[in-house]
T-cell receptor, first 112, second 112 residues
């Protein structure tokens, strides 16, 4: 089964608003990553947060991680039409060969 | 650098046919993996490799074979194609630690 589940499945906002999407996972992780996928394209890495970190920023992106609740959130501030894409969380589990497993994704639409 | 390349971009097979999806990377990454993406399912890990000569199964390995004879190449073989294997296939590579995965553009496969 999927390691990560994103919520909501779809989100529609106006340009300039903030977008928040959440990810829950099941097992202990080494790190959690967020990726963006534009329609019909491969995924692009956005940001990584390690299991010993609680918050991380990169430009208009803010990621939080709560390992006690096994959850993460991605906040995109001041959204733009170009942010329209699907967003996926991916977890790297502790131990083994660092398998990376992806969530089901949140489809974000930013209306100009 | 070309990054991660995948061929072909599109393929139509008949049930029972076999084929190989090609994946190559020129970043000297040790870690490579194959995913399939189906609507509403996110990305599911098929097989992965942590270096030449080392491969392991992911979440959905049945019906697929892989080998890793060189660092650069990680082909995915469909032994006897089935309609359930209709999907978009993505190859990815990353340096040790799997901190960032670099994705290829994908192969859209239809099995009739």
């Amino acid at each position: 089964s999927q390691q990560g589940e994103e919520d909501p499945q779809a989100l529609s906002i106006q340009e300039g608003e903030n977008a928040t999407m959440n990810c829950s996972y099941k097992t202990s992780i080494n790190n959690l990553q967020w990726y963006r996928q534009n329609s019909g394209r491969g995924l692009v890495h956005l940001i990584l947060i390690r299991s010993n970190e609680r918050e991380k920023h990169s430009g208009r992106l803010r990621v939080t991680l709560d390992t006690s609740k096994k959850s993460s959130s991605l906040l995109i501030t001041a959204s733009r039409a170009a942010d329209t894409a699907s967003y996926f969380c991916a977890t790297v589990q502790v131990g083994g060969y660092q398998k990376v497993t992806f969530g089901t994704g949140t489809k974000l639409q930013v209306i100009p | 650098n070309a990054g991660v390349t995948q061929t072909p971009k599109f393929q139509v097979l008949k049930t029972g046919q076999s084929m190989t999806l090609q994946c190559a990377q020129d970043m000297n990454h040790e870690y490579m993996s194959w995913y399939r993406q189906d609507p509403g399912m996110g990305l599911r890990l098929i097989h992965y490799s942590v270096g030449a000569g080392i491969t392991d199964q992911g979440e959905v390995p049945n019906g697929y074979n892989v080998s890793r004879s060189t660092t650069e190449d990680f082909p995915l073989r469909l032994l006897s194609a089935a309609p359930s294997q209709t999907s978009v296939y993505f190859c990815a590579s990353s340096p040790p630690g799997a901190d960032t995965q670099y994705f290829g553009p994908g192969t859209r496969l239809t099995v009739l």
